[in-house]
């Protein structure tokens, strides 16, 4: 099992990017998957989370609005959009999947992980 993560980068405060993760090597279409992120010198926290099969969306507080996390068609992809980034969205990003989630903003409750892609946003 494999999740890959790509689409970080640098961008301007106010900016937008999609960050897409795939995931391998089993179905995760009932698998709930999210997006947790850490910035430097802070733990990981919880970003956003999708359930399987056209389930619940959840975002932290601090993302509300301007993200948005939704599945591709084969349910095996997620997609982070971002807008309206700030600089204290800098962090590297992180995508995991877990089958039987009661909260999908515990960490504990994912047993798949990518490997991070980076976002900084600076002018």
């Known amino acids: 099992v494999q999740l890959q993560a790509c689409g970080g980068g640098l961008v301007q405060p106010g900016g937008s990017l999609r960050l897409s993760c795939a995931a391998s090597?089993?179905?995760?279409?009932?698998?709930?998957m999210g997006w947790f992120r850490q910035s430097p010198g802070k733990a990981r926290e919880f970003a956003a989370g999708?359930?399987?099969?056209?389930?619940?969306?959840l975002y932290a507080d601090s993302v509300k609005g301007r993200f948005t996390i939704t599945r591709g068609s084969a349910e095996n992809t997620v997609y982070l959009q971002m807008n309206s980034l700030k600089p204290e969205d800098t962090a590297v990003y992180y995508c995991?999947?877990?089958?039987?989630?009661?909260?999908?903003?515990?960490?504990?409750?994912?047993?798949?992980w990518g490997q991070g892609t980076e976002v900084t946003v600076s002018s």
């Open positions: 999708i359930r399987g099969s056209g389930g619940s969306r």
């Open positions: 090597g089993r179905t995760f279409g009932t698998y709930a």
């Open positions: 995991a999947a877990g089958e039987s989630i009661a909260n999908m903003r515990q960490e504990y409750e994912y047993q798949y």
